[in-house]
């Protein structure tokens, strides 16, 4: 079944988009982190996705690239959804920031930062949201021991 | 100390700056900052100049452990994301493993959880407006909307057999079948609520100190609201009526006759205003439910999804063994991934799913509403006075169980 908003994509898209589908109904483009910020500005200015809903990152281990970059719009024109995802290598997780696009990434990226290392070039303040300065190490990445124990970090002067 | 305090970038301390400013702590433990959220202000006067909200205090690391989970373990961990309307947590879960699964519920079990969802709404609304008259100084509002809380807890204690930890979802059902005389005594609630809501109303929305510490305290445009991804009451104060039970309607959402209130000034009045309606029309949902809710199972009749009856489980060996599977297995959804979206007490809920195919997720991502409302915090009070904070901040309606999972 051809689609419209991913056939749309390819055509615009053609040496960036790696795959599409539409499993259950959720359309998603995977493409290269390189394209990530040009898409989502073609998307958000081109294409109406006015909302950037949720931005996060999922863990393959030990697949390589073994991050993904996980983008929801919401066109709230249309309402329609999409998801965009981006391959991010373990030894250079870093990919273009969304702040510029929408403010509200900026959270999202430093939770993103935070729980899986990725850093994401351009955003304004980017440091640890949830867990505090002097943790060692991603909580969410999959290797990252489900009960490790964090050093003690000594008072603050 | 030197190489930690090099990743944070703003260098704050208590001291007074060169121009006048200086630094103030509000929080981590401040009555007015439900739970436990620190904001660091640098304040001019009695006006804010900046601000850096600082959260995390309650992180219990969710996500990574529904990842070593079975699928309906994770249904109880969910009761604590928004733990004033944990319902509405339980049914977008169980949405969304059931999308990922390809598999539909039968009718009774939808209008169950419409039901329950917008009594969770109720109780979400009342909490915020309570608290947030309280932290102005009507303390009386809070024990009516508190004991209105209370009746609809009685309720669905009565359901689910919990107040605030109900976990009453599964993948493909529900834990149990409404009580026989349920559409009486939600009756009898809704009296009393509308009751408590009225006073509360006569009291609150023209009375002129709450007005003036509300109205136009926290404004936020159209156009910031949607660049923070706002979602929920707080963007449809500013007039752009999304709501994803109209948007994208799930579950039987799209057989009831309701109205979404907008706001028109992104202020912290219109979002009283608009919880205030919303909690009328949640009601109206609720009588239209109750009143077309129709008979039947309320499970999905597969063993491979729920856990077959009891009689059955010992009496029949196919039983017997979809019992053993499920319970140290657990429901197995097919390699994939789906995004499901609800519409929470604050705006959409959503809850991204990963499965690997085995019987625990790969990767839960819940996407709290409050997240995106807390990060647009330090631009609705820039500028304000500090004691302005409370009522903004009380209008966001942080809940810190879904904020940091």
């Known amino acids: ?157 | 100390m030197e190489k930690k305090n090099a990743e944070t970038q703003k260098n704050w301390n208590l001291e007074t700056l060169e121009d006048g400013r200086m630094v103030l702590n509000m929080g981590p433990s401040h009555p007015a900052m439900h739970g436990i959220v620190r904001v660091l202000l640098t304040v001019q006067g009695e006006r804010v100049a900046d601000s850096d909200v600082e959260i995390g205090y309650l992180h219990r690391g969710f996500e990574k452990t529904c990842e070593n989970i079975t699928y309906n373990q994770c249904v109880p961990y969910t009761d604590r994301l928004n733990y004033v309307s944990p319902l509405i947590n339980n049914v977008g879960y169980a949405l969304a493993v059931e999308k990922l699964m390809g598999i539909e519920t039968p009718a009774r079990c939808q209008y169950i959880r419409v039901i329950m969802s917008e009594l969770s709404r109720l109780t979400d609304h009342l909490t915020c407006i309570g608290a947030n008259a309280m932290e102005l100084a009507a303390f009386t509002v809070y024990f009516y909307l508190i004991n209105a809380r209370e009746e609809i807890y009685r309720l669905t204690d009565a359901v689910a057999g919990g107040r605030v930890t109900p976990a009453y979802t599964r993948v493909g059902g529900l834990t149990r079948d409404l009580p026989p005389d349920f559409a009486r005594m939600t009756a009898e609630v809704f009296k009393k609520v509308r009751k408590n809501l009225s006073d509360a109303d006569k009291l609150l929305t023209r009375n002129r100190i709450f007005y003036d510490r509300l109205h136009n305290v926290g404004n936020i445009s159209k156009e910031d609201a949607i660049a923070f991804s706002f979602t929920g009451p707080a963007l449809r104060s500013t007039g752009i009526p999304l709501d994803v039970r109209k948007a994208t309607p799930y579950l039987v959402y799209d057989r009831f006759d309701f109205d979404i209130p907008v706001g028109s000034n992104g202020d912290n009045y219109d979002r009283y205003l608009v919880r205030l309606e919303e909690m009328k029309q949640s009601m109206r949902i609720v009588e239209q439910a109750l009143a077309q809710l129709p008979g039947g199972p309320i499970n999905h009749p597969d063993f491979n999804v729920i856990l077959p009856p009891k009689e059955e489980v010992a009496g029949n060996i196919e039983a017997l063994m979809a019992h053993f599977k499920l319970t140290f297995e657990g429901v197995k959804p097919p390699k994939g991934e789906v995004y499901q979206a609800v519409e929470g007490g604050n705006g959409e809920l959503g809850f991204y799913i990963v499965s690997d195919g085995t019987g625990s997720p790969w990767r839960l991502r819940v996407r709290p509403p409050c997240f995106a409302l807390t990060g647009g915090l330090s631009q609705m009070i820039k500028g304000g006075y500090i004691a302005d904070i409370v009522s903004t901040f009380g209008q966001i309606n942080m809940i810190g169980g879904e904020l940091e999972r």
């Open chain 1, 1 to 157: 079944m051809t689609n419209y908003l991913l056939e749309t994509f390819k055509a615009k898209f053609p040496d960036d988009v790696l795959d599409t589908h539409a499993f259950r109904g959720d359309e998603t483009v995977i493409l290269k982190k390189e394209a990530l910020l040009k898409a989502a500005a073609f998307l958000k200015d081109e294409l109406g996705f006015d909302f950037l809903m949720d931005l996060t990152a999922a863990d393959y281990l030990p697949r390589e690239p073994r991050f993904e970059l996980v983008c929801h719009f919401y066109s709230s024109k249309n309402n329609y959804r999409l998801r965009l995802k981006c391959p991010v290598a373990g030894t250079d997780a870093r990919v273009a920031s969304l702040t510029s696009l929408w403010t509200g990434a900026n959270w999202f990226e430093r939770e993103a930062y935070d729980m899986y290392g990725i850093k994401f070039e351009g955003h304004p303040d980017l440091r640890r949201i949830l867990m505090y300065d002097g943790f060692e190490g991603h909580p969410l990445r999959k290797d990252y021991p489900l009960k490790k124990r964090q050093p003690r970090i000594p008072h603050r002067e």
